[in-house]
């Protein structure tokens, strides 16, 4: 089977200690550029106001299903880092495994070692490519995460945990179409060593 690349598909959308604790963003994987000034519930959002148009709308209608996966799937994991709880009911609305289980572990593991997440995180996501023939159909996405104001903290105190400062960089995450007909995120990538 040959897969074509599509054009990107942009949609604004709600959107360990680095040692020992791992940032559930960074995790993900995916965890956004841009500027401050979000409500510190949900993850802001930037991009182009418009969706660019493919040549099969079922490919545009499956990348803004994934699209909103991807978003429910930042806010959902930024409500359960800042609780800190890793049972979070929002994070099966929007994740399947293996990145359901890694955003679980990751967020116990803040828990266990007394932190939580604070503050806001903006993405930028972008859809790279599309294959409803694949099984299960697929759809690719790569963000620009800006983590720069959301922080690692002592549960205790507040206090920012030395060594854990993230900037803005680039993840790559894959949603996946299921049975139910969900798109759900199943994988998910942080790449820290490449800034956006």
């Not at 991807?70 to 800042?82: D, I, R």
Request: charged letters at 25%; proline letters at 8%.
């Amino acid at each position: 089977m040959v897969q074509r690349r599509e054009r990107p598909l942009r949609r604004p959308h709600a959107g360990r200690l680095r040692v020992g604790l791992t940032a559930v963003v960074a995790v993900f994987t995916l965890a956004s550029c841009g500027s401050a000034g979000e409500s510190a519930d949900t993850p802001e959002t930037r991009g182009d106001t418009g969706a660019a148009p493919t040549t099969d709308p079922r490919k545009e209608q499956a990348a803004e299903s994934a699209l909103t996966a991807y978003a429910g799937y930042l806010a959902a994991s930024k409500a359960a880092e800042s609780v800190p709880d890793y049972q979070h009911p929002d994070l099966r609305k929007y994740l399947a495994d293996p990145l359901l289980t890694r955003v679980r572990l990751a967020i116990r593991d803040v828990k266990d070692n007394g932190a939580m997440r604070t503050g806001s995180l903006v993405s930028d996501p972008t859809v790279t490519f599309v294959d409803l023939d694949a099984v299960p159909p697929t759809v690719s996405i790569q963000d620009c995460l800006d983590g720069t104001g959301y922080k690692l903290v002592y549960a205790k105190n507040r206090k920012e945990v030395p060594g854990t400062a993230s900037a803005r960089y680039v993840a790559t995450a894959t949603a996946n179409l299921y049975p139910d007909g969900r798109w759900l995120i199943s994988t998910g990538a942080a790449h820290p060593d490449q800034p956006c």
